[in-house]
C-alpha cells in the first residue's frame, strides 16, 4: 500500500557497496526501518546519501507493508531545507542530542502523530532561531518527551516541596535518600520549564550554564530510571561541552 508521510531520519548505516538501510520516524507509522538501494553509487551525478543524513526531514511516498522488517521508498524529497543547522557547532549538537533521545524512547510501528508534529516544529524552529535562544532547547525536548510518554515528574516547586527526588520522580518536601547534584536553585529552574508549553516562551527562562548542565545531567538519570530503553546517552558529553 502507498502512502503519503514526512519524516524524520534518525539513523542510517551502510548496507552493501550502494545502498543504506535508513531508520525514519514517520507521521503515519511511526518509526521504521528502510531499505534505500542505489542512493550511495559513484556512477551516479550526485551521491543521494545525504538525503538520509541524521535530522533530515523528508517527504516521502512509502510502500508500507504491515509485517515487514524493512520498508521501501517510492519517492522522497526535502520537506524542510536547513539554513544553519549543519553550519553552526551548537545547534548541531542540540540536533543530534534530540535524535538520539528519539531513538532510545521510540517504540518501533508506532503512530504517534502529536510527537511527530512537535518533533517537527522543534527542528525546524532549532534551525531559524539564533544560537543565543537555543540553550534550552535541549531541556526542553526531553521535558516535552518524558510528557509524551507519560513518565513527566509529578508536582510542583515550593517552599514546601523544595526538592526532586530522583527515585520517585517529582518534587518533595523530604530531602531525597539517594543524594543529587541538583540545588534549591536547579529545582526553581525546572519547576519553570516544566511549565512551559509553548517553546517561544523558552527564552524567558533565564539559566546560566551551571544549571543547565545538572538539570540535563539530572533528566537524563531521571529517564534511565523511568523508562525501559534509555541507556547511556553518548551526545550528552558533547552537549556538555557546547553549552558551556
Sequence with gaps: MLQKTKGLVLRSVKYGETSLITTIFTETSGVQSFMVQGVRSTKSRANRAGAFQPGTLLDMVIYQQPGKNLQRIKEYQAAYFYSSMHEEVVKNSIALFSIEILLRLLPEHAPLPALFAFVYNYFTSLDLLPVKNTANFPL???????????????????????????????????????ATTVTDEDTRALDQLLRITDMAALQSVSLNADIRLRLIDWYVAYMQKHTQHMGNIRSLGILRTILH
Design 140 to 178: 526542553y525536548f526531553i521535558i516535552h518527551c518524558s510528557r509524551e510518554f507519560g513518565v513527566e515528574p509529578y508536582g510542583y516547586y515550593s517552599t514546601q516541596t523544595p526538592y526532586l527526588n530522583l527515585e520517585d520522580g517529582g518534587f518533595t518536601e523530604h530531602v531525597p535518600a539517594v
